[in-house]
């Protein structure tokens, strides 16, 4: 299992932004998959973006366009970089890694939007 720690959350007003960093005990090279997930209370954890082994990137309609996702390999590192941030947007943010098939999470990382 991979250890995973998020930062960069935090409060910000409507239309702001926020950069997220993931990182991680082990290459993120040898990952199949990483992962941005969020989650508010009463409602199922939503996939924000992805990018895979290859360096393919996957960003949901309801963020594309606000939303990217990036590595840094050598520092084993993957970041959400959040612009035009809405109220909607809040929520506790997790970094989601699969390694050997096996998925592992960070401690998540609060953002709040003001209106």
């Known amino acids: 299992q991979v250890h995973l720690v998020e930062s960069g959350g935090g409060l910000v007003q409507t239309g702001g932004s926020l950069s997220l960093s993931c990182s991680a005990s082990?290459?993120?090279?040898?990952?199949?998959?990483m992962a941005w997930y969020r989650q508010v209370p009463g409602k199922e954890r939503e996939l924000v973006a992805l990018i895979t082994q290859e360096g393919l990137k996957m960003i949901p309609d309801s963020v594309k366009g606000r939303f990217t996702i990036s590595r840094d390999n050598a520092k084993n590192t993957v970041y959400l970089q959040m612009n035009n941030l809405k109220p909607e947007d809040t929520a506790v943010y997790y970094c989601?890694?699969?390694?050997?098939?096996?998925?592992?999470w960070g401690q998540g990382t609060q953002v709040t939007v003001s209106s």
């Open positions: 082990t290459s993120i090279l040898s990952m199949k998959n």
């Open positions: 989601n890694a699969i390694l050997n098939g096996v998925p592992s």
